[in-house]
């Protein structure tokens, strides 16, 4: 007889926003760009802006805790946390670090990962494997960015799309064979990285090439530096491309998705994506326009959202996708 293979699961979602709203009417006054350039190449509208005093481990802890408490779990429950982001607490030691001893975790790994937008993908794929193995019952993941504090608020080309915030799930086992859960689980992941685009979006400071000096300061090298036309294109050919491949490795076909959850980088770039797929709009999370893009916490704060209003049940079948600096970048399909 085939052994049923162990699955996991989404248990609970939470995410955190920071209060003050920046509009694309603010930024007006700080670049020469206008709401109707941003508003029509991008969909964002406004974007939320962390307070001094704020840090990235601060809103990582907040989404953790909703997602904990959705699941029905506490800290002490936990296994493993897994933070993706670009915007760390500081160099060392992880962000995941600050994350366990706000939370007042027990001792069990806690780790950073770097893959950028795609961050919340990849530690989901991580959390995925750990606990199918058994190696692992709950696993936290959390997206989470504080872009605003590495964004050039001069360069009209990057400051006008970027947003702080953060989301996270809790991943934990299904029985194979319990009918409670409806086929719930991770069905699929799937993660990839082409390296041949590092260059395309980067910070280069602070790191062994640039070591922090007054000279990088001047240069502006702790900024996010990107070449948007390259990344435009890479994420709608990679997108389209990983989302078929999560498709494939569920069984499944686009018409089986009750909902698409695309990381919120820009509309045209999802517009694009689900049109190649052929999956009808009305299928299609969105909330850049009032969240703007949020890196790696993109996916978890939209996922979490349409749960809590109810537009996103118990059952239904999502398809995630995201991609970023790398670039990298992944897909999921999950039965939430
Ligand atoms: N306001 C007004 N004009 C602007 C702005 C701005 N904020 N930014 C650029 N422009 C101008 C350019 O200078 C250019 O002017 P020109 O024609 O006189 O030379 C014109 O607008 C068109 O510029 P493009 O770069 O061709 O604009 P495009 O339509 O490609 O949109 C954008 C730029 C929004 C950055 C787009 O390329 C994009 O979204 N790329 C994906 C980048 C992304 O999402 N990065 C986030 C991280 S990775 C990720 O999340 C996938």
Known sequence: MTPVRPRSRILGTGHFLPPTVRTN????????????????????????????????????????????EMAGLTAADLDMIIVGTVTPDMQMPATAVFVQQKLGAPHCPAFDLSAACAGFLFGLSIADQFVRSGQMRHV????????????????RTTCVLFGDGAGAAVVGPVAPDAPADGGRGILSTCICTDGSLAQALWIRGGGSVHPATHATVDQKLHFVQMKGQDIFKAAVRNLSASSRTALERAGLVAADLDWVCAHQANKRIVDQVVTRLEVPIEKVLMNIERVGNTSSASIPILLDQKMRDGTVRAGHTVLMCALGAGVSWGGAVVRV
């Open 140 to 155: 936290l993941v959390v997206g989470v960015e504080l872009l605003s504090r590495v964004i050039d608020w001069t360069d």
């Open 25 to 68: 009417g603010d930024i007006e006054r700080l670049v020469d760009t206008s709401d109707a350039w941003i508003t029509e190449r991008t969909g964002i509208r406004e974007r939320r802006i962390a307070p001094e005093g704020l840090v990235t481990s601060d809103m990582a802890t907040h989404a953790a805790r909703g997602a904990l």
